[in-house]
């Protein structure tokens, strides 16, 4: 398979902080090379206070749409023409699609999320309890999937304890069927809710690459056997809080199926087609030996 770049390749990208270890530039130019698209998938690293020049450049530099992550996915929502109606309840964009110069926003974590979770944790959500580590714009998302498919209850826990109280606030008005806590993160607590939980999710940047010693969870007896364990981190493969749910007899989940299945949406909204999840996620797999 061979890639000519020409005066008609469309461009679409990921704008982030820190994406030298994003795989996203990997899945979507497989998944253009697999198709013969003339679309080409650049990385844009982009400092804090460059985002709002970054997105006005999609326009102008007539860039088909780009993935939003860490830590722009509440900030970039702001800054658009328009925001599609989940994104806009989440509070958060992780794609943007650029339409003759008008850029709309989109979420598609959520159903990113809901796929990886129906699929590679084989998890039924409806009348489950989750605990969610984290509040930030990936959580919201997370939240915002487990109680559209009726979950019966989510404790979130924060370090920061205004962004609880928003997801709480923001949601509990949509969903009034489930029931929304909101806890510091504290070991006390967490005990008590981690316990009676099926599903423990961590939705925090801690255990990244850059920070590979952290764990959002302060003490690994926390874990037990009858949860699914799911970790957003994808790099690395299995973050400490992975090991450690493992250990304790936990099944586990990473981020990497969300990644791909996320990818697929945001890809099908620039180019009109949609690879199968399954394929593409034992293609990147396959090159990346992430397991
Ligand atoms: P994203 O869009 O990926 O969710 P984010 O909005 O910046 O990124 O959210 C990051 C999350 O990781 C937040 O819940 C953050 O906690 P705070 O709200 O207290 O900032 C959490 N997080 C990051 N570093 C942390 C740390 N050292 N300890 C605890 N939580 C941390």
Redesign the pocket.
């Known amino acids: 398979m061979k890639r000519e770049i020409n005066g008609k390749t469309k461009i679409i990208g990921v704008i982030g902080k820190n994406i030298e270890n994003s795989l996203s530039p990997l899945i979507h130019n497989q998944m253009i090379l697999k198709h013969s698209l003339n679309f080409c998938y650049l990385p844009f690293q982009v400092a804090e206070t460059d985002l709002n020049k970054a997105i006005q450049g999609i326009k102008a530099l007539n860039i088909r749409g780009v993935n939003i992550t860490?830590?722009y996915?509440?900030k970039a929502i702001k800054l658009l023409d328009e925001v599609e109606e989940s994104a806009r309840r989440i509070g958060?964009v992780n794609t943007i699609v650029n339409n003759k110069g008008i850029l709309t926003g989109y979420n598609t974590d959520v159903i990113g999320f809901k796929k990886s979770l129906q699929e590679n944790g084989k998890f039924v959500i409806k009348e489950k309890k989750a605990v969610i580590l984290?509040?930030?714009?990936?959580?919201r998302a997370v939240v915002y999937a487990l109680l559209g498919e009726g979950i019966k209850e989510i404790c979130i826990f924060?370090?920061?304890s205004e962004?609880i109280k928003k997801i709480k606030q923001d949601f509990s008005l949509f969903f009034p069927q489930s029931s929304i806590k909101a806890f510091p993160?504290e070991e006390e607590s967490l005990k008590d809710k981690i316990e009676k939980a099926h599903l423990l999710v961590n939705?925090?940047?801690?255990g990244m690459a850059s920070q590979i010693d952290?764990t959002?969870l302060p003490n690994e007896k926390l874990f037990h056997p009858n949860l699914l364990v799911y970790d957003l981190i994808y790099h690395p493969a299995k973050t400490l809080f992975l090991r450690q749910a493992e250990r304790a007899g936990a099944k586990i989940i990473n981020g990497l199926p969300m990644l791909v299945y996320q990818g697929i949406e945001s890809f099908y909204l620039w180019t009109g087609f949609k690879p199968e999840g399954k394929e593409v996620l034992k293609m990147i797999k396959r090159i990346t030996y992430i397991a």
């Open positions: 860490f830590p996915k509440e958060a984290g509040a930030g714009g990936a959580a924060n370090r920061t962004k993160l939705t925090t940047s801690l952290n959002p």
